[in-house]
């Protein structure tokens, strides 16, 4: 008994670094172990198995082992729901919170971002709402993680006017906060209030991460916005210590293809450090179609031929 005693803690924390590290192949060898020593049922062991699948995004294992967990408690709701949401199976992230609600399981300061994340990617607004008032009934309010993502709820329902009154009553904000309400904006093609974010986080001296930057690329070209576009992108990594990534390119050349630049949007992509897909070359090609440019979409095609 004491060996199996002492056998449980060393193997929960085994599972928690399964859980960091995402690493599966190791997880499953765990879980063979949890077996072969007799504790794999064991409630705190257990647990941990389905936290360290759920993190795997092995939804199938969590599921069997949530649902054959007598004891379901908060923190495993919360993995399943997080799960889900981040695999963006919204639709199923939000199926594990109504049987939460159902079992009358206490939810916690964790369970309500992933949740309001699938609400808008569903455009659930009505239960956003309702969980924005859960979020003020149990004392979240003050909680960045939890208003950030009521912030990006409204502005995914198209809700702008939530979502940037809850980004000005914030005391305290993050690079997240600024960047959920500039892609709330970004969507209903307000250039001018991106932008204007986007200077006032830069004129504080914010950190600017790759998804902001994203957000800035794709509003210039939508707006056909060049010289602002080719400002930003030539400054990423100078002023803000972002390297431009494929999303950042493929931007740049959905941009200077809408304005006919297609000899300079195909030097863009030549001169690349980095390996193509196949949304970049579709970009560059739909511009060539669009603009008459037989040429470059010759050598476009030879050089996307040569890679494949």
């Keep these: 008994m004491r060996a199996r005693l002492g056998t449980i803690p060393f193997i929960a924390s085994l599972l928690d670094e399964c859980s960091s590290t995402k690493s599966l192949h190791k997880l499953k060898q765990i879980h063979a172990k949890t077996i072969l020593h007799n504790i794999s049922s064991h409630s705190f062991v257990r647990n941990k198995l389905l936290s360290a699948y759920a993190s795997c995004s092995q939804m199938r294992e969590a599921h069997i082992l949530f649902f054959f967990t007598s004891r379901q408690p908060t923190f495993l709701y919360n993995s399943l729901i997080r799960a889900y949401s981040s695999l963006q199976q919204f639709s199923q992230s939000l199926a594990i919170f109504h049987h939460m609600i159902i079992a009358q399981s206490p939810f916690d300061i964790f369970t309500l971002p992933p949740v309001l994340k699938s609400c808008g990617h569903l455009s659930h607004v009505t239960l956003g709402r309702q969980l924005h008032g859960a979020v003020v009934v149990n004392g979240y309010s003050s909680d960045l993680a939890n208003n950030n993502s009521l912030i990006s709820m409204y502005g995914k329902c198209g809700e702008l006017e939530c979502a940037k009154k809850l980004f000005d009553e914030m005391s305290v904000r993050s690079y997240v906060s600024w960047s959920a309400l500039m892609m709330a904006y970004e969507k209903f093609g307000m250039a001018s209030e ?115």
Excluded: I
Aim: with cysteine.
């Design 194 to 308: 991106v932008l204007g974010l986007f200077e006032q986080m830069a004129g504080m001296g914010m950190a600017v991460d790759e998804v902001t930057l994203t957000t800035v690329l794709t509003t210039c070209s939508r707006e056909g916005m060049v010289e602002k576009g080719k400002e930003v992108f030539e400054n990423m990594e100078e002023r803000f210590g972002v390297k431009p990534g494929l999303e950042h390119y493929t931007c740049m050349v959905d941009m200077l293809g809408k304005a006919g630049l297609v000899e300079e949007a195909e030097e863009l992509v030549m001169g690349m450090e980095l390996e193509t897909d196949r949304a970049l070359w579709n970009a560059l090609l739909a511009a060539c179609r669009v603009h008459g440019k037989v040429e470059v979409a010759e050598r476009v095609e030879r050089r996307f031929v040569g890679q494949a």
